[in-house]
Structures are given as structure tokens and as C-alpha cells.
């Protein structure tokens, strides 16, 4: 038996194949849509990543710099200072050195002047012991 072929169900059926193949269409416009806001999210996800990353590198940079600066900032004033401190201790003994006469002269000329007040306070008081006729005799007479 040979069937026979509704017009209106071929209608149809075509009409449905052509429902179908759009919605096709659609979903697959949507899904390249997709896909591209996906590829696009990625890329600026990725930037960002790169550019935080980046940043991130830059600071740790800057900081090691600075702390570098700090550290040759340091040994540059260590550096000066040492040899002027070295100078400092090595003037000051250089100065007792050379002045090591002077000291000595100081110190001869105190006892000298010690040893003068002294005399002249002895004489003094062995002066005042005696009479005003031994004073004046100077001791050759009234004893």
C-alpha cells in the first residue's frame, strides 16, 4: 500500500524544521556570544592578573631600592666616619705627645713655686722666733 502524503502535514513538518533550525540558530548565536564574553572576561581577567602581578613587582622593586639606598647611605657614613674618628684619637695623642714637655714643665715649674712658698713661709716664721734685737743684728746678737 502506497501511502499518500498530506500536503498539510509536510507543511508543517517543514515549517517545524525551520522552527527547529532557527532556535538552532539562536542557541548557537548565544553560545558564540558566550563564548566570546567568556574569551573577553579571560582577557581582562588575565590583564588584570598580569597587570596586578606587574604591580606588584614594581613596589617590591621600588622597595628593594630604597633599602639598598639606605644600606649604601649607611657604609658611606660609616666610611667617613670612621677615619675621622681614627684622626680625632690619633690628634689627641699626638698633642699629650708634643705637649708631654710642657706638662713637665708645668709640673717642675709647681713644685719649684711649692718649693719657694714653702721657704719663704719658713723663713718667715723662723724670723718671727726671734727678739727685734737678733731681727735687726740679724741673729748675731740677743738669741
Known amino acids: ?3 499518500k502524503k498530506n500536503p498539510h502535514t509536510a507543511k508543517n513538518t517543514n515549517v517545524n524544521a525551520k522552527a ?3 532556535k538552532a540558530k539562536e542557541t548557537a548565536d548565544r553560545a558564540k556570544d558566550t563564548a566570546g ?3 573577553t572576561t579571560a582577557k581582562t581577567t588575565a ?4 597587570t596586578t602581578a606587574a604591580h606588584t613587582a614594581h613596589v617590591a622593586a621600588d622597595k628593594a631600592q630604597v633599602a639598598a639606598g639606605k644600606a649604601v647611605t ?7 666616619e670612621a677615619p675621622k674618628k681614627a684622626a680625632a684619637a690619633a690628634g689627641s695623642a699626638w698633642m699629650m705627645l708634643k ?17 719657694a712658698t714653702t721657704a719663704v713661709v719658713l723663713r718667715r716664721r723662723a724670723a718671727r722666733r726671734r727678739r727685734p734685737l737678733a731681727r735687726l743684728t740679724g741673729g748675731r746678737l740677743g738669741s
Open 37 to 39: 564574553k567568556a574569551e
Open 74 to 80: 649607611t657604609g658611606r657614613t660609616v666610611a667617613a
Open 1 to 3: 500500500m502506497t501511502e
Open 47 to 50: 590583564a588584570g592578573a598580569a
Open 20 to 22: 527547529t533550525a532557527t
Open 99 to 115: 705637649a708631654r714637655k710642657v706638662l713637665a714643665a708645668v709640673a717642675g715649674a709647681g713644685a719649684a713655686a711649692a718649693g
